[in-house]
C-alpha cells in the first residue's frame, strides 16, 4: 500500500529540547517537503529535498534543521533555536515539478 | 506574496446546498490544483486544472479557471455533511521543485 507515513502523531517536548520527526515514503518521488500549519495560517514551506544528499531551504527554515540519506526518508529536526516550535508539521511528496504533492497525516508538537 | 488567495475564509451550508469558494492569485501559471484538508490530517488533491483549460469537472466537483483575472473557483454540488472541511487553492508558478503556494484557505461547514 504506497503511502506516507508520518510519526508519531502527537508529539510532546519541553522547550529547550530538540525533537526529530519522521517522514517514510514508499512512492518512490524524487522530491519531499516539510510544511507547517499554525491555525488560519495556511501551510508555510520549511524545507524541500529533490533528490537523496540535496536540501535547500524554504520560506522559515530558521531552527529547524533536515537530512536525506535515502530516498525514502526525509527527517526534520526541530531544534531548540525554533522559537515558536509548537504547530502541525505535515510532510509531502511530489513525483515531478508540476503534479500534485501527497501529504502525510501530521505530526501535532507541542513544546512547553 | 505569490500564494494563492481563498474567498470566504469560512462558509457555512445547508446539506444539500452548492458551495462556492473562489481563489486569487497574482503571477502567470503552469496549473492550479485543489487540495482539501479534514480537521486534523493531511492535505487530499482534489483536481488539477491547466492553465490552457476554463473548466474542469470531477464528480460533484466543478473548478474553473480564468487566466485573465488571475482566479479560479471550486463548486461543490450537492453538498454533503462529509464534505466539512477545508479548501486549499495552489497555484503552480512554473518549474522547479518549489513552485507551488498554499492560501490559509476556505473553512467549509455543511449542516446536516
Known amino acids: 500500500d504506497g503511502g506516507i507515513t508520518q510519526s508519531p502523531k502527537y508529539l510532546f517536548r519541553k522547550e529547550g529540547q530538540n525533537v526529530t520527526l519522521s517522514c517514510e515514503q514508499n512512492?518512490?518521488?524524487?522530491?519531499m517537503y516539510w510544511y507547517r500549519q499554525d491555525p488560519g495560517q495556511g501551510l508555510r514551506l520549511i524545507y524541500y529535498?529533490?533528490?537523496?544528499?540535496?536540501?535547500q531551504k524554504g520560506d522559515i527554515a530558521e531552527g529547524y534543521s533536515v537530512s536525506r540519506e535515502k530516498k525514502e526518508s526525509f527527517p526534520l529536526t526541530v531544534t531548540s533555536a525554533q522559537k515558536n516550535p509548537t504547530a502541525f508539521y505535515l510532510c509531502?511528496?511530489?513525483?515531478?515539478?508540476?503534479?500534485?504533492?501527497?501529504f502525510g497525516n501530521g505530526t501535532r508538537l507541542t513544546v512547553t | 506574496s505569490q500564494q494563492g488567495e481563498e474567498d470566504p475564509q469560512a462558509l457555512s451550508i445547508q446539506e444539500g446546498e452548492n458551495a462556492t469558494m473562489n481563489c486569487s492569485y497574482k503571477?502567470?501559471?503552469?496549473?492550479l490544483q485543489w487540495y482539501r484538508q479534514n480537521s486534523g490530517r493531511g492535505l487530499v488533491h482534489l483536481i488539477l486544472?491547466?492553465?490552457?483549460?476554463r473548466e474542469k469537472h470531477s464528480g460533484r466537483l466543478r473548478v474553473t479557471l480564468d487566466t485573465s483575472k488571475k482566479s479560479s473557483s471550486l463548486l461543490i454540488t450537492a453538498s454533503r455533511a462529509a464534505d466539512t472541511a477545508s479548501y486549499f487553492c495552489?497555484?503552480?508558478?512554473?518549474?522547479?521543485?518549489?513552485?507551488?503556494?498554499f492560501g490559509t484557505g476556505t473553512r467549509l461547514t455543511v449542516i446536516p
Open positions: 509531502a511528496t511530489r513525483d515531478g515539478g508540476n503534479s500534485p504533492l501527497h
Open positions: 512512492l518512490n518521488h524524487d522530491a
Open positions: 529535498s529533490q533528490i537523496v544528499n540535496d536540501f
Open positions: 503571477t502567470s501559471i503552469n496549473n
Open positions: 486544472i491547466r492553465s490552457n483549460e
Open positions: 495552489a497555484p503552480i508558478l512554473g518549474g522547479g521543485a518549489n513552485n507551488l503556494f
